[in-house]
């Protein structure tokens, strides 16, 4: 039977999702056979699983560390915001339904079983289960019928380690805070903490370490250096994409939708060296000089739409296009384009239909069959491979439909408009397939690296591992595993 350990965070965006990967690289360089697993995650960034379900991209990333195929068990329990309120629930990779967070709080109890089945097959395929919590165990008024830190923690009796992030101040508060918050059952389940994002000289934080661990009683496994690689990974915030911007690049520019679904899509093209990519956020124009807008995935295509219309995106989009600018819908973006998106049953909110963008000569239908699957398609502009999947919900049917983006299996998929200038697709992850996105972008005028994608995300997660052998007791963490 395998053994297993568990990694919580003193908050939020802490980096335990990171760590969790570079320990999954350190165990299986060690040719331990590691699997990934997290109870219950919120993300609308999801990835298909090779059983055909979906999983929250943290573990799909954790997977690729630890050099094994996403799973559904991995994350069997998946919450996907909808509104501020409500989300969709996702149960060992298939849609069970749309709750509003009261709701889940008493459906919560009822999800252990399949949380504790899916964490039982993993230990039988494996030599160890690395277990990322979520959020903060320190937040008691949710301690009630947990499933995703404590909870889960002492129902699998797991030993525990808690990362704080030094970079945010009050580390010390936080840690010892857990402590003395916290039922002294789950406390007892703590056995240690790291220290993360650490910037400059590590000893200078030598007396706090050691009060931490003075009064926690827990042990120290080391303090983590601020990984800079960590822009190349795949994260679980839009927000980072923007950030580093390359003024006087040939500009690519994406909304910042409320409900943006899937925005890895991006990851690709914010590592190319001649791509300006920037985020338009609430409140901004799109730019008159943008090569290309990108309408990402959407959680809510009617709400989004409603708020793309709200910050006047709808009028700027127009204005793109008669300047002779390219638009690029992905999923829920690509339902915007359209004439229109009805629906009837009111699967991701009150049943209706609303216009659409008016940008391709198609219309969406929703409907309760979520499409789930990985697809080898053929981009039709440039004949080149693209390896993508699919996940959605909605049917899109119209004359643009003639003229596909791609071609999967032979058959048509996506749409592009009878001026060549808005493009709509279904294919997530497409720009992750390097002979594709240099040819996409070419057609822009950009010249793209040579470098491939996956093997920088392979080399990040070297990096990342190598740099926790350096400064954490990997050795000890691997065996307080049990």
Not at 61 to 85: F, I, R, S
Not at 115 to 135: I, P
Not at 301 to 324: E, P, Y
Not at 469 to 479: C, F, M, N, Q, T
Request: proline share 6%; glycine share 12%.
């Amino acid at each position: 039977m395998a053994r297993a350990l568990m990694i919580q965070g003193a908050g939020s965006d802490v980096g335990k999702s990171l760590i969790l990967a570079g320990l999954a690289r350190a165990a299986a360089k060690r040719g331990l056979r590691v699997l990934p697993f997290k109870p219950q995650n919120m993300s609308n960034n999801a990835a298909v699983t090779v059983d055909g379900g979906e999983i929250g991209r943290a573990q799909a990333l954790q997977a690729l560390a630890a050099g094994v195929e996403p799973l559904t068990d991995m994350n069997p329990v998946l919450l996907k915001p909808e509104t501020d309120v409500g989300a969709q629930i996702v149960v060992q990779g298939k849609r069970v339904a749309s709750l509003r967070a009261r709701d889940y709080a008493a459906m919560k109890p009822s999800l252990m079983p399949a949380v504790m089945q899916s964490f039982a097959r993993l230990k039988a395929k494996s030599d160890l289960v690395l277990v990322e919590g979520a959020g903060s165990p320190a937040e008691i008024n949710l301690r009630k019928n947990d499933i995703a830190n404590m909870g889960f923690a002492r129902r699998a009796d797991l030993p525990v380690v808690v990362v704080g992030d030094i970079e945010r101040g009050g580390v010390i508060a936080q840690m010892v805070g857990i402590r003395t918050v916290i039922d002294p059952g789950d406390a007892a389940m703590i056995q240690g903490f790291i220290i993360n994002k650490f910037r400059g000289d590590p000893s200078l934080f030598d007396d706090g370490f050691r009060m931490i661990a003075e009064r926690t009683g827990w042990r120290g496994f080391g303090v983590l250096p601020y990984f800079d690689r960590a822009r190349e990974l795949p994260a679980e915030d839009a927000l980072g994409l923007g950030e580093a911007r390359k003024p006087g690049r040939p500009k690519i520019v994406f909304l910042a939708l409320p409900r943006i679904a899937n925005f890895d899509d991006l990851d690709p093209l914010k590592l190319e060296p001649n791509v300006d990519l920037m985020m338009v956020r609430p409140g901004e124009a799109i730019p008159g000089d943008a090569a290309l807008v990108i309408l990402p995935g959407s959680k809510s295509t009617r709400g989004d739409l409603d708020f793309l219309r709200s910050q006047g995106w709808d009028i700027d989009l127009l204005a793109h296009v008669r300047r002779g600018g390219h638009v690029l819908g992905l999923c829920g973006g690509y339902q915007m384009l359209g004439t229109s998106v009805a629906d009837p049953d009111g699967i991701e909110g009150p049943a209706g239909e609303a216009p659409g963008l008016g940008l391709l000569d198609v219309t969406t239908v929703m409907s309760p069959q979520k499409s789930l699957t990985r697809v080898k398609a053929r981009h039709a502009a440039t004949e080149q491979p693209i390896e993508a999947y699919e996940i959605h919900i909605g049917r899109t049917e119209g004359n643009d439909r003639a003229r596909p983006f791609a071609f999967v299996d032979g058959t048509s998929e996506g749409a592009i408009s009878a001026d060549g200038r808005a493009h709509g697709s279904y294919l997530h992850g497409l720009f992750s397939s390097d002979a594709f996105r240099h040819a996409y972008l070419a057609q822009l005028g950009v010249v793209a690296s040579n470098e491939s994608y996956r093997g920088r995300i392979e080399s990040a997660l070297d990096a990342l591992a190598a740099q926790m052998e350096k400064h954490l007791d990997v050795e000890g963490l691997l065996a307080l595993a049990r």
